[in-house]
């Protein structure tokens, strides 16, 4: 099991960037691929990037056209995802979640959930 807990949400001007972090408990971090997804109000959680445990394979949602970019330090058992060029659609809470060694953008296979950081863009 893994406990996954995010953070560097917050509020953002269109066209700023942030970075969010996930610190993971646990020696076997290494093991996993991690995601982010993302939830905006009224809206079903989305898929916004995966990588593998080895941190060698990445995958993005079509949607963010190279605005973001998913990262780990595995030393530190952290993922991040920086978000560059942020716009008001981006507004949401975002989640970070842990699931096999291989990287998915398939919400039931991922396994463990962090409870989510609200990121907002204003106009």
């Known amino acids: 099991q893994v406990q996954l807990v995010e953070s560097g949400g917050g509020l953002v001007q269109a066209g700023g960037s942030l970075r969010l972090s996930c610190a993971a408990s646990g020696r076997s971090f290494r093991n996993y691929a991690m995601g982010w997804f993302r939830q905006a109000p009224g809206k079903e959680r989305e898929f916004v990037a995966g990588?593998?445990?080895?941190?060698?394979?990445?995958v993005y949602a079509d949607s963010l056209q190279g605005r973001f970019t998913i990262s780990r330090d595995n030393a530190k058992n952290t993922v991040y995802l920086q978000m560059n060029s942020l716009k008001p659609e981006d507004t949401a809470v975002y989640y970070c979640?842990?699931?096999?060694?291989?990287?998915?953008?398939?919400?039931?296979?991922?396994?463990?959930w962090g409870q989510g950081t609200q990121v907002t863009v204003s106009s």
């Open positions: 990588l593998n445990a080895r941190g060698s394979s990445s």
């Open positions: 979640a842990a699931s096999g060694l291989f990287v998915t953008s398939t919400r039931s296979e991922y396994d463990y």
